[in-house]
């Protein structure tokens, strides 16, 4: 986009360039084509990553070149009328540097995470810099052994104010097998010797990580084990990101959370297990002291292996195949929204049983009555029998009953085609569904339109480029004729061209430079959400005995940004309907949680005498004790004092 800034014909520049990416484009159709069409099945990371800082944009390793560049950019602006404009080296690869802040700053729009494109332009600048000094090192008299001793001084300058580089060179070409832990990851990865057909395994995000290669070495199992796992090494590439890491929040004593906009759990085996099973895991790795007592105290684990640090739990129940027949009959729902309603369900403690399937098909007569609610439970027979085989790119399901909804335990997405069923379809959390119309039925992975035109734009470019270029060497090869008798055009009369039109051709980038920013500020902008009507369903709900819907419409108010005092307020509304709908460990959670806000906080006196009700329910005696105490000594003259004393915890 620079050459339009300055462009007396910009509308045969802006075609030239048009051309050029068609071309490049159509090159990489093969690859670019399938991906922009599949954009919407991916997840996107809007959430701004860059802190904005002088070290963070600029590091201070990079300061002298960038110095440099400062320089020569005045310097060539300063310089320019007297030197018959800008120096355009220099003045390219500066609008390269602005264009790669610009896309930065557009990052969350896109859907991209914004650090992505810092690089570009940090290495723009410094491309600026070694311009200039390069300039600069002409007017010497011995240009070329200056550059030398100045690219010897950069060698030295990069040495000595490295602070990461040389660690991590040293950290990585050691070698996997050189690391203390890689024994141990190597004999526990022997041990989950499988085969993509067998559970998953989920593995605790643990710092311990690093000392066998990586804290991300948790993402190479399934190449040392043959074994799927719940993480992949792109968080954007499958609809599951959301779900997983809400799942890594309740299983992991410190979970990463990359994405800010959504909400996470605290440490909750007991729905991390429930979540699990969704996924058609079998075994979890654990590495905290935290995870491995809460696993070692439940009677559906049982610990299989210890190579210290790991411990590896098979748990029982999970992983009974990646196919399941339905218990309800699924709930359709519409597709607007579909991914923060297929987030709440997830999220929902405890899980729902019916799945929303999202479609528009009429032959799904069960719907949904309220977004915010728990899907009504319809179910269905029993006694359905279903098993899948997992191989590359392909899945192949038996069932014993035709025409019972099957979920199956993959990522959903368009390229998944059924062979003897209808659908596949999505369910949440972002699965797929099938109706089997046989008693085997055949998913693959199959190619689309968007691969097909891709492979076709791809070959035509090849084609139509090879045989430009064949033209072009032969008729270079060719004589040319001399012509005669032809006078030459002096110079001077070249400066009798006409005036070129008006030069519009920088609207072009400036517009782009500003659509950038103007969608970063647009991302800064918080999102208007009111809590108040979700607040008035809960009390409503709450007043007519239906004590679970209240719990919920309680919960995605507090998630829509209540704030205090109204967050406690919320918070004690959501404890209260929790116990009366007999889940007495979600509401005690929800009572501790309001003795976690901040003060003045005027609900902790209740919040008490809920967590005393909640604790004695759920049968932990002492913690209840523990509550009433405080009740009485912080708060003796409170109504819930009154109460806490005519009640035994």
């Not at 590091?59 to 310089?79: E, Q, S």
């Not at 045989?467 to 005669?484: F, I, N």
Request: charged fraction near 20%.
């Amino acid at each position: 986009m620079y050459f339009l800034y300055a462009s007396r014909r910009p509308l045969r520049t802006l075609g030239w360039l048009a051309s050029v990416a068609g071309l490049a484009f159509a090159l990489a159709a093969f690859w670019l084509l399938p991906l922009l069409s599949a954009w919407g099945w991916t997840t996107p990371y809007d959430d701004p990553w860059i802190t904005v800082g002088l070290r963070n944009i600029f590091p201070p390793f990079l300061w002298p070149l960038m110095g440099a560049a400062l320089a020569g950019a005045i310097w060539t602006l300063l310089l320019a009328r007297r030197a018959g404009g800008p120096d355009h080296r220099l003045m390219f690869l500066l609008h390269a540097a602005v264009v790669g802040m610009a896309l930065a700053a557009a990052g969350p729009a896109l859907g991209i995470i914004d650090v992505r494109f810092v690089p570009f332009a940090q290495l723009a600048l410094c491309l600026v810099g070694a311009v200039t000094l390069g300039l600069a090192l002409q007017r010497l008299a011995a240009p070329d052994l200056a550059a030398l001793a100045l690219v010897l001084l950069a060698l030295v300058h990069a040495d000595w104010h490295s602070r990461v580089l040389r660690s991590w060179i040293d950290w990585n070409y050691t070698g996997l097998e050189a690391k203390e832990l890689w024994p141990a990851f190597a004999e526990v990865a022997q041990r989950l010797r499988g085969t993509v057909s067998d559970p998953r395994v989920a593995v605790e995000y643990n710092a311990a990580h690093e000392r066998a290669g990586s804290i991300r070495m948790y993402e190479t199992l399934p190449l040392f084990s043959g074994r799927s796992t719940l993480e992949g090494v792109y968080n954007q590439a499958s609809l599951q990101t959301h779900a997983i890491y809400f799942l890594a929040s309740e299983l992991d004593a410190t979970s990463p959370n990359p994405f800010r906009k959504r909400e996470y759990s605290q440490f909750d085996t007991e729905s991390a297990l429930r979540h699990l099973r969704l996924f058609d895991v079998g075994q979890v790795v654990a590495l905290s002291d935290r995870l491995v007592a809460s696993l070692s105290a439940r009677p559906e684990a049982h610990q299989v292996a210890r190579v210290p640090p790991y411990y590896v739990y098979d748990i029982e129940g999970a992983g009974g195949g990646y196919v399941e027949p339905l218990a309800f009959e699924p709930v359709r729902s519409s597709w607007r929204g579909w991914r923060d309603k297929s987030y709440r369900w997830f999220t929902r403690k405890p899980l729902s049983g019916p799945h929303l399937v999202f479609t528009d098909d009429p032959r799904f007569t069960l719907t949904e009555k309220d977004e915010w609610l728990a899907p009504p439970e319809v179910p269905l027979p029993a006694g359905v029998q279903a098993q899948a085989q997992l191989k590359d790119e392909a899945i192949t399901v038996t069932t014993n009953r035709v025409g019972h909804p099957l979920l199956v335990k993959v990522s959903y997405h368009p390229r998944w085609k059924a062979e003897g069923a209808d659908g596949p379809y999505l369910v949440s959390p972002a699965l797929m569904m099938i109706i089997p119309r046989q008693m085997t039925v055949r998913l693959t992975y199959a190619r689309t339109m968007a691969d097909h035109l891709g492979l076709l734009l791809t070959g035509v470019a090849l084609v139509a480029g090879t045989a430009a270029q064949a033209r072009r060497w032969r008729l270079r090869a060719q004589p040319r004729p001399v012509p005669e008798n032809v006078p030459p055009i002096p110079l001077d009369d070249c400066a009798d061209m006409p005036a070129p039109t008006r030069r519009w051709g920088a609207v072009i980038p400036a517009a782009f430079l500003l659509a950038c920013i103007g969608a970063r500020l647009a991302t800064l902008r918080p999102v208007a959400r009111n809590p108040m009507p979700l607040y008035e369903s809960a009390s409503r709900a709450y007043g007519a005995g239906r004590f679970a819907d209240a719990a919920e419409y309680a919960r995605h108010a507090l998630d829509q940004g209540a704030q205090a005092p109204l967050r406690a307020e919320l918070l004690c509304l959501r404890g209260e309907s929790l116990l009366r709908a007999s889940q007495a460990r979600l509401a005690a959670q929800a009572f501790q949680d309001v003795l976690a806000q901040p003060g003045p906080n005027p609900y902790v006196a209740q919040a008490l005498f809920g967590l005393m009700q909640a604790r004695a329910a759920d049968g932990d005696t002492e913690n209840a004790r523990a509550a009433r105490d405080q009740l009485l000594r912080d708060f003796a003259a409170s109504p819930w004092a009154n109460r806490a004393r005519s009640v035994s915890p």
